[in-house]
């Protein structure tokens, strides 16, 4: 492109404020969700989806940022270092959730969870939690446990194919390709239930992979891509997009006249759709996205993400009042506030400091995993 405008998120070396304010969406979404589906508002239960989405979202943002840190890190240092790829994640992500189990442990402890069996906290703690378990307090850990073990995988693709994009792009769109034909024989012929669909890694793994693919096809052919976003009103038609897509398919629930399968498909496109209407041109018809609130949320996003689950849910002997709205939705802000604060952002300086002069300068573009707050896991 000519100008700074058409380059999209390759001009982009700090904060790109709109993909806060994406995760803060799709972060909006699954509070939604579960401040409809647990015995509140339950004439808009039918709309529940929203959460689906949210997750959708949140797994392409992920895999885009985190694969574009990845390639930076690669074309400033010539390498990717798996070791310290995985010490900065467990930096960023295991304090917090750690600090949530805890919680959850001791409650546990005094007998204030008798349906929630020990072995759900261990494979939470192992990222395991979509396979083994069962409890509401742990029931959200589904979703990191995915990306967790995605990204055991991933790295090692673009480790093993140095600064080969062009294949590395290959294997990911066939990744992505081969999860959705899978999971649509599988919903097809009925092979596993509704909730496996929804859960399993071999199911989900297409949501990253679709972020994966983006931000190597910046790469690979920069100009068909940025084509879309290259001036501030396409971006903005993206963004409009994007979000009407969302609102066509929680308020039609389109999700039940899709073909069994692409359902998820459609989600993530929707996902990218939003990515590419704030990494190009800027103006206001996608802005709004960079707004400052919304910015903020999806500054604390891992943290609400997390304790969420403890605040909004059944209205169960011993949880009446705090999971009463909005006391609980309240709480939730409280504590993943504090979380941030005072645990994850003083690790966040930390991890800069730390790695500062190994990897070269820390990015801050909302960099950070589903669904964290200003900087990557990565």
Not at 23 to 52: E, K, M, Q
Not at 155 to 174: D, E, M, Q
Not at 182 to 193: I, Q, T
Not at 310 to 321: A, K, M, N
């Amino acid at each position: 492109m000519s100008d700074e405008k058409g380059k999209g998120v390759l001009a982009h070396s700090g904060h790109i404020p709109g993909l806060d304010g994406i995760r803060a969406l799709a972060l909006g979404l699954v509070l939604f969700s579960h401040n409809v589906i647990y015995d509140r508002f339950t004439h808009l239960r039918p709309f529940a989806v929203a959460g689906f989405i949210g997750v959708g979202v949140f797994f392409v943002l992920s895999g885009f940022l985190i694969t574009t840190l990845l390639l930076r890190e690669e074309e400033r240092t010539g390498s990717i270092s798996l070791r310290l790829f995985y010490l900065r994640r467990a930096l960023r992500l295991f304090p917090a959730l750690w600090l949530y189990l805890l919680v959850i442990g001791l409650i546990w402890l005094s007998g204030g969870l008798p349906d929630h069996p020990w072995h759900s906290l261990v494979s939470s703690l192992l990222y395991v939690r979509n396979f083994v378990g069962r409890g509401h307090e742990t029931g959200h850990l589904w979703s990191l446990a995915i990306e967790e073990q995605f990204y055991l995988l991933w790295p090692l693709v673009l480790v093993g194919l140095p600064r080969r994009n062009r294949l590395r792009l290959a294997i990911a769109l066939g990744g992505l390709v081969s999860v959705t034909l899978w999971r649509v024989f599988a919903a097809r012929a009925g092979l596993v239930s509704a909730g496996a669909l929804y859960i399993r890694s071999d199911f989900r793994f297409d949501g990253p992979l679709f972020g994966c693919a983006l931000a190597l096809a910046l790469r690979v052919a920069p100009r068909a891509v940025t084509w879309s976003n290259s001036t501030a009103l396409r971006s903005g038609l993206l963004a409009i997009a994007g979000i009407a897509g969302i609102a066509a398919w929680v308020g039609l629930r389109l999700n039940y006249v899709v073909y069994p399968g692409t359902d998820t498909t459609v989600v993530c496109l929707l996902g990218v759709t939003l990515v590419l209407s704030q990494i190009g041109a800027r103006g206001r018809g996608s802005n709004w996205l960079a707004w400052r609130p919304l910015v903020m949320l999806g500054q604390v996003s891992y943290g609400l993400y997390l304790w969420q689950q403890l605040f909004l849910g059944p209205s169960t002997e011993g949880f009446e009042t705090i999971r009463a709205f909005p006391l609980g939705l309240v709480a939730t802000f409280a504590v993943a506030a504090a979380s941030y604060w005072c645990l994850e952002k003083p690790l966040l300086r930390l991890k800069d400091r730390k790695f500062h002069n190994q990897i070269g300068r820390p990015e801050s573009s909302a960099t950070h995993d589903l669904p964290v707050g200003t900087r990557t896991a990565a």
